[in-house]
């Protein structure tokens, strides 16, 4: 099986989630079943065969399945061959499967031998007839291997070990195929060596989780002893951040550099074209905002480069503001309506005298507003008294109602929904920033909290390319600026 193939995976579209309500819900979500983990509930129990498909070369491994395949065949009251199952066996038919799978090779009981690491295994003690003493500095590393080979559910390892399963349910007489699935009974059977495998695959691993939806808490005891085990007797292994070199690279100081001076270049030019096209000392408040506007979002892609914030939490935080200052532009541009352009300014004006009169109110103010700042917007159009304060939004429409309208929808979902999630510390913001990869199969790969200084990934050409979403369309409010942030293009030996 290809390398493309064996990565292939199973997923819903979002297409095929029903709306209820505010929530989405994937198509299983529906299903009359308690779900269950191959991961955490499943993989332990069939630790013999993740043992198998790891320690010889697949052939092998899948002849010692059949080999397990025939004794039950033979015994039909063994079909669940899973660690649980076998515990559930009479002594006497516990053994004989024991000795089965033990004398198939004469390298299997060294095979199993990390099994002996765990004492609450079921069956541990007739086990431990046939098995020695494990060796820890070779078997959990053995273990270890045998584990990440299998995690993944879909991978070709995982599918294997579970096909054994069904093939003894099967050969047990627990399962039965109607006459329409006589091929698809013939593919598992005869797994991997006949029938269409994107077919037969899936199958399997769709009929392996059914007789767990009946599982009791009791039932996956082992499992979770297995898991603590592995935890308390390994050591992490923390994740190594790639981001974190980019960050070191020498190649980053000629990209500042490149783009300070791209930077000072066009601030010039906007304030240049500001004056240029500015006809009055009153209050304009279509050619203000249009080029507030454009330096607000200019002056957030600037600060991306001075501060280095493009790998930082902070540059997402940037990038969700340019994309609400983009679409607001393009919204009140798109409406052409001089009442909207004031209420927008309006709008502003009310928010500052807002902040201006509950700051009055307390006593401990906040170092980072300038309450003197506070007054003179909240009285700049007109006096204070004036001025209403809007309690709603400006326009009683939302962000994504407006991107809607002017079409820019698909850069709403581009970054919008994401990097909101920094903002309000959603716990996918708060996971892909301050935890990361344990490396350790033993441990789930579970989440540690990041050694190093937490990074993202870099916002530097996304910011870009909206700062110069934001210049196209302040040459169309005030032509003629077609002025643009360049890509910096490394040299060759950076």
């Given amino acids: ?33 308690t779900p269950t983990s191959w991961i955490n509930d499943r993989l332990p129990d069939m630790l013999w065969a993740i043992l198998a498909i790891d320690y010889w070369p697949r052939d092998k491994a899948l002849s010692l399945f059949r080999h397990v395949g025939r004794f039950v065949h033979d015994n039909q009251d063994c079909h669940d061959v899973t660690i649980t199952g076998i515990g559930k066996y009479s002594i006497e038919k516990r053994q004989n499967i024991i000795s089965h799978i033990t004398s198939w090779s004469m390298n299997t009981k060294e095979m199993l031998r990390p099994m002996m690491f765990f004492d609450s295994m079921p069956g541990i003690s007739d086990w431990r007839q046939y098995l020695e003493d494990p060796i820890p ?55 991997p060596s006949y029938g269409n495998l994107s077919h037969i695959r899936p199958t399997i691993r769709a009929i392996e989780i059914t007789p767990y939806v009946k599982k009791t808490k009791n039932d996956l005891k082992w499992p979770n002893d297995f898991w603590k085990t592995c935890y308390e007797m390994t050591g992490c292994s923390p994740e190594k951040s790639k981001i974190s070199e980019a960050f070191r690279n020498e190649g980053r100081k000629n990209e500042r550099e490149y783009y300070f001076e791209e930077t000072r270049r066009i601030r010039i030019a906007i304030i240049d074209h500001f004056i240029n096209t500015s006809k009055i000392t009153a209050i304009d408040a279509r050619h203000e905002a249009s080029f507030g506007f ?201």
Wanted: proline share 3%; aromatic share 14%; glycine share 4%.
């Fill in 294 to 494: 454009t330096l607000y979002a200019f002056t957030l892609f600037s600060e991306i480069v001075f501060y280095s914030v493009d790998y930082a939490l902070s540059g997402r935080m940037i990038l969700r503001a340019l994309v609400e200052c983009f679409i607001t532009f393009k919204y009140l541009f798109d409406k052409n309506n001089d009442e909207l352009w004031k209420s927008f300014r309006a709008y502003g004006s009310g928010q500052a005298k807002l902040v201006y009169l509950k700051l009055q109110e307390i006593k401990d103010k906040p170092d980072s507003i300038d309450l003197e700042v506070m007054e003179r917007i909240a009285n700049e159009d007109a006096w204070l008294e004036f001025v209403s304060i809007n309690l709603g939004q400006w326009d009683n429409i939302d962000l994504r109602k407006m991107s809607e309208e002017v079409g820019l929808k698909y850069l709403y979902d581009h970054y919008y929904n994401w990097t909101s999630g920094y903002i309000h510390a959603t716990w996918s913001a708060i996971r892909e920033s301050v935890y990361e990869r344990c490396f350790n199969p033993l441990h789930r790969l579970h989440r540690l909290p990041t050694n190093d200084f937490p990074m993202a990934s870099k916002v530097t050409i996304d910011a870009l390319n909206i700062t110069n979403k934001v210049f196209d369309l302040l040459d169309k409010a005030y032509p003629s600026f077609a002025e643009k942030i360049h890509v910096y293009k490394p040299s060759g030996n950076e």
């Fill in 137 to 191: 500095e070779k078997d959990w590393e053995r273990l270890s291997k045998a584990v990440l080979k299998t995690l993944w559910h879909q991978s070709e390892e995982a599918t294997d070990c579970r096909w054994i399963k069904v093939l003894c349910e099967m050969l047990g007489g627990k399962m039965y195929f109607n006459k329409d699935m006589k091929e698809t009974a013939r593919g598992i059977l005869e797994y």
């Fill in 1 to 33: 099986m290809s390398k493309t193939q064996k990565n292939i995976k199973m997923e819903s579209s979002l297409a095929d989630h029903k709306r209820y309500k505010k929530k989405l819900e994937p198509p299983f979500a529906k299903a009359n079943f």
